[in-house]
């Protein structure tokens, strides 16, 4: 007899042959498998949901290791519809969550990080984590064209590498069209699913725009780029399964370590599979990560002449004051924000004052989304924008996406 498969994130080739195996036979059970990561057990339910399409089947398991956690988990209900329970284990892992719209990503990206990271002890990642995973679920929204939405969660490891110092694993997976097929138009010379992977990690590449354009409304094309440079800043992990192609980077035995990339040449994941982990301890600060990747893409963004149509002060005279937090993270009620409170009034050259008191941490998409259309419209009007009680490291993101948005 095969001895029972463990599903581990440092071997993902291992789980990946499994599932393509299983695909082929039409269903698959944990029963055979021995152990099972978290991502393993999303990236299978990912497939499995009653209102998916190619449905691969997953009838209840309970005898081995893995059935037991993918029951703890909360595979049983998430197959059928939702999962309400909360998790067995309180600050270990995170059931299986349903994501479908935007207004949901960052409440439920925030719920994840409370549950596994207490702020008192650590800050520095749950404000990586909540970048990571907002990041990663509106992907699913805005790119995946799954119409069952995505599967998140997350479970605390400390076994192997990180025996006494934990890290956290968080996946975000999705049946939908591919990274090849979504980036397919803007970029059409792309020759294969590998080379559109690696393309959708570098700066401001993204399937919404051409490239060489500076961003639409609601995409800069910055979000795989930022999340795979976290990865590298902090000595963890990415896995990015999709179709045709997988990209997966550990560095965790050395910082030198480089990704290993498959092209049609090994199992690949009939949708995308993104799994994030690190060592908690390996974190450091928030905020010189985020400024070390703003460093990064400035190198690799053409310089360019701008005005500081955004003024980080308080205006001399009076103006408009809007409270930037009621559309936070939304980048719906971003857009809405924009075009009822700052269009108006930046085209009747009225200057307006943002006040970003309660958002410490951004994510670089958000920002863009509020601003990208501002900060021209303010630009061809000759209008400043002031902004008030923005914390440095969402000042640095704020001048990125003037830097930016005013050079294409
Ligand atoms: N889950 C997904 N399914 C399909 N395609 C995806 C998925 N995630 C990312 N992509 C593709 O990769 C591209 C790059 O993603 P990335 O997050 O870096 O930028 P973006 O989402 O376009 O812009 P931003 O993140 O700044 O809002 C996307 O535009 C899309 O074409
Ligand atoms: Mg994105």
Not at 145 to 170: E, F, S
Not at 281 to 293: A, K, L, M, N, W
Not at 381 to 391: G, Q
């Amino acid at each position: 007899m095969m001895p029972s498969p463990r599903f581990l994130l440092e071997e993902p080739q291992v789980f990946l042959q499994w599932l393509a195996d299983r695909r082929a036979a039409g269903w698959a059970s944990f029963d055979d498998v021995d152990v099972a990561q978290i991502y393993a057990i999303a990236a299978s339910a990912a497939l499995g949901r009653h209102d998916g399409r190619d449905r691969l089947l997953l009838p209840p398991a309970s005898t081995s290791g893995a059935a037991r956690f993918a029951h703890a988990v909360g595979i049983d209900e998430v197959l059928e519809g939702e999962c309400q329970r909360e998790p067995t284990e309180q600050a270990r892992t995170v059931t299986l969550t349903r994501v479908r719209r935007l207004g949901e990503t960052e409440a439920v990206a925030k719920q994840i990080v409370d549950l596994t990271l207490p702020r008192q002890t650590h800050r520095d990642a749950a404000d990586l984590y909540w970048f990571v995973l907002v990041e990663l679920l509106r992907n699913v929204v805005q790119h995946s064209r799954d119409p069952a939405g995505g599967i998140v969660a997350a479970q605390v490891n400390d076994a192997g590498p990180y025996a006494g110092a934990p890290a956290l694993q968080v996946v975000v997976v999705d049946n939908g069209i591919g990274v090849h097929e979504a980036l397919r138009h803007t970029q059409p010379n792309l020759t294969n699913p590998a080379e559109a992977l690696v393309r959708a990690m570098e700066p401001h590449v993204s399937g919404t725009f051409a490239e060489g354009q500076s961003g639409t409304v609601a995409n800069a094309g910055l979000g795989l780029f930022f999340i795979a440079e976290m990865a590298k800043q902090t000595r963890g992990r990415l896995l990015l399964a999709t179709r045709g192609a997988t990209y997966f980077l550990d560095r965790t035995g050395s910082s030198e370590s480089q990704p290993r990339l498959t092209n049609g040449d090994a199992p690949d994941y009939p949708g995308t599979l993104v799994v994030f982990e690190t060592a908690l301890s390996r974190v450091g600060s928030y905020d010189t990560i985020i400024r070390g990747i703003h460093e990064l893409a400035g190198l690799r963004t053409p310089k360019r002449i701008t005005h500081h149509w955004l003024r980080f002060e308080a205006p001399a005279t009076a103006t408009v004051q809007i409270l930037v937090d009621v559309a936070a993270e939304d980048t719906v009620a971003a857009h809405q924000f924009v075009e009822q409170q700052l269009i108006p009034r930046l085209i009747r050259r009225e200057s307006v004052t943002l006040d970003f008191r309660n958002l410490r941490v951004c994510t670089q998409s958000f920002l863009h989304a509020l601003l990208h259309e501002a900060v021209r419209l303010a630009w061809a009007r000759k209008v400043p924008l002031f902004v008030v009680h923005a914390v440095p490291t969402v000042r640095a993101q704020l001048e990125f996406v003037e830097a930016y948005s005013l050079g294409g």
